[in-house]
């Protein structure tokens, strides 16, 4: 058994208990005050080298290791809670109204200050930084990874290459999933405003109904992606709200829609997006406004060194039968706006537990994990910062 699994699973008790008060003590996006004074009194305690706050409510700690300078590899964790009620049923459930760690984020900041203390513990071993970033507001877009990256967290010391991980609720429990390429999908957000002309519901002839014009768009749009991209390039366009209209007897001049869009390439969507908008409201007699916003990049493991570094730490450490390929997804994840600026890997950790009733995914009311992965992703993560630093000692 390697050094790191021996004492990750002498710290178990801690790190359940840890967990439990997060978990009990949830937090929505930008407002973590209690859990980021929690993880810097965790890491006060451990030791570690610094402790900044580039964010009101973010934390990032810096270990550096006894074997000298090296390069700076990142672990980040998500810190975040759901504006969720929980119905989970456990006896430490969130008690506060409203809000549930529904993501397994609270499972993630145990596990990086897992780590943290378990790098702490062997810093003698190692040549290099490790930079632990705990994120806040990962679930509210554009996420506190684009605050983060614009705050200056990938520089002093500047970050070689960063690691994340997920607990996933349709993934089952052992499985761990490291695959390189495209794993989850870039996110844009938009809005059609549909200009027409009022007239009487009588006289429809006399106005330009933004309503019919605006189910028009609709139908065109979703022709945009079952008829006009590519198949093997997936692409996702829902129509989220729409409204429109001031009385039933009388010709809408005005209707307001908004949306997402899900793809893995950003290039081209946008553009084809608006000139559909556009052109199927001049066909009508109207006018339409499309204002598009870039919210999230997709998540791309990196397909050289790195993912396979993630690979091997998972055989390493559970055996070769642990590690699955899970396809890629349409949804999003903000870890990519660090992606977007070094080499990075993005894993699954599997937390389905059909054998114990913990079948419920991400972001549901009854959502819970079984406490067995706490130490798993907390070596997964150790293991996986110490090899890499010594493959680029």
């Excluded at 058994?1 to 003590?25: C, P």
């Excluded at 407002?31 to 965790?42: D, F, H, K, P």
């Excluded at 975040?80 to 008690?95: I, K, R, Y």
């Excluded at 991980?165 to 549909?194: E, K, N």
């Amino acid at each position: 058994m390697s050094e790191i699994k021996t004492y990750v699973d002498r710290i178990f008790d801690e790190l359940v208990a840890i967990r439990r008060d997060i978990h009990a003590h949830p937090e929505v996006g930008m407002q973590e005050v209690r859990t980021s004074a929690l993880i810097r009194r965790e890491l006060e305690k451990m030791g570690m080298d610094e402790i900044q706050q580039p964010l009101p409510t973010a934390v990032v700690g810096l270990l550096h290791g006894g074997k000298g300078p090296g390069k700076c590899v990142a672990l980040r964790a998500d810190i975040d809670a759901l504006p969720v009620h929980e119905e989970s049923g456990v006896p430490f459930a969130s008690q506060t109204e409203g809000v549930m760690h529904a993501c397994g984020h609270d499972l993630h900041t145990t596990m990086l200050l897992g780590t943290a203390k378990t790098l702490c513990h062997m810093r003698d071993s190692f040549a290099g930084t490790v930079k632990f970033i705990f994120e806040p507001s990962e679930d509210t877009m554009p996420g506190g990874a684009r605050a983060l990256v614009a705050a200056g967290v990938m520089e002093n010391p500047h970050v070689d290459a960063i690691f994340g991980q997920h607990v996933w609720g349709t993934l089952d429990i052992p499985y761990i999933d490291v695959t390189a390429g495209p794993r989850m999908a870039y996110s844009g957000r938009f809005t059609v405003d549909v200009i027409g002309t009022s007239s009487h519901a009588a006289t429809p002839h006399l106005g330009a109904d933004a309503i019919t014009g605006a189910a028009a768009i609709i139908n065109n749009l979703q022709q945009y992606v079952s008829r006009m991209s590519n198949p093997l390039d997936p692409v996702v366009l829902t129509i989220g709200t729409i409204s429109g209209g001031n009385r039933y007897n009388a010709i809408a001049n005005h209707v307001t829609m908004e949306g997402v869009t899900r793809a893995y390439f950003l290039d081209k969507h946008e553009e084809a997006m608006r000139q559909i908008v556009e052109n199927t409201a001049e066909g009508l007699g109207m006018k339409a406004v499309l204002k598009y916003a870039h919210v999230v990049h997709p998540v791309i493991n990196d397909d050289d060194d790195l993912t396979e570094i993630a690979q091997k730490a998972v055989v390493k450490l559970f055996g070769e039968e642990t590690l699955c390929h899970m396809p890629a997804m349409m949804g999003s994840e903000d870890f990519a706006n660090y992606a977007a600026e070094i080499p990075a890997v993005f894993g699954f950790i599997g937390c389905r537990d059909e054998a114990n009733g913990m079948i419920y995914n991400n972001h549901h009311e009854k959502f819970t994990v079984n406490e067995s992965l706490l130490p798993k992703g907390t070596a997964l993560m150790a293991q996986f910062a110490v090899d890499y630093l010594a493959d680029n000692a």
